[in-house]
């Protein structure tokens, strides 16, 4: 059964810092990977989708790298603002029955 | 483009009693997909239904069904409420063979 862990839960920074957040699975065989942002009392927002032959995705300050043989991904916000406050979701796709697993998050603040 | 619509946003019900959920996809998506949200367990995949046909289908009791009508809108029903199904639903759509899904504020649910 797949898992999905996220490192920190938490994370507070200042404004203009550089910043990565971890996600871990078990399986390996994945389909692809996909890094969301939530917004209180929202709804998710799709940030990047690396299929399982890529490394790497980029998108504007987002860069999220995936290392399918360790089970790791991470996202990469450069420049951090206030406006990227938000809870960080990581999922990935499997190759059985092509459902979603998603981790638990992580919480970031950005203060001005 | 209108995005993934869901109603009602809010919804306050009493145990033993059942629910409907609808959800109206992005015009032009089949693929819809039900989530549920709570503190405990995180983000959980409960069904995804493409061409009124059920594709795949996540570790919930038959308490939890859903459907899907030939113009892609969605619904899912909760029966016999308890308390622990106190959640964020969230509904997704997609095209199907693409893997980026666009997800609905979602309808936060309390049983009492």
């Known amino acids: 059964k797949q898992e999905v862990t996220q490192i920190p839960a938490a994370l507070s920074v200042p404004e203009g810092e550089n910043l990565v957040l971890n996600c871990s699975f078990t399986d390996s065989a994945i389909y692809n990977l996909q890094w969301f942002r939530q917004d209180p009392g929202k709804g998710l927002t799709s940030l990047l989708l690396?299929?399982?032959?890529?490394r790497e995705q980029t998108s504007g300050r987002l860069n999220a790298s995936l290392d399918k043989s360790s089970g790791r991904s991470t996202l990469y916000i450069a420049a951090s603002q206030p406006g990227d406050s938000a809870t960080y979701l990581c999922a990935v796709r499997d190759n059985y029955g092509q459902n979603f697993v998603f981790g638990p998050g992580t919480r970031l603040s950005v203060l001005p | 483009k209108a995005g993934v619509t869901q109603t009602p946003r809010y919804l306050i019900k009493t145990r033993g009693q059942q629910v409907t959920l609808s959800c109206s996809p992005i015009?032009?998506?089949?693929?819809v997909s039900w989530y549920q949200q709570t503190p405990g367990q995180g983000l959980q995949f409960l069904f995804e239904?493409?061409?009124?046909?059920?594709?795949n289908k996540g570790n919930f009791p038959g308490r939890f069904s859903g459907r899907q009508f030939s113009n892609s809108r969605s619904e899912m029903n909760v029966s016999t409420l308890e308390l622990g199904d106190s959640a964020l639903y969230l509904c997704?759509?997609?095209?199907?063979?693409?893997?980026?899904?666009?997800f609905g504020p979602g309808t936060r649910l309390l049983v009492l």
């Open positions: 015009s032009g998506h089949r693929s």
């Open positions: 997704a759509s997609g095209i199907w063979g693409e893997e980026t899904q666009y």
């Open positions: 690396i299929q399982s032959s890529q």
């Open positions: 239904y493409f061409s009124e046909t059920q594709r």
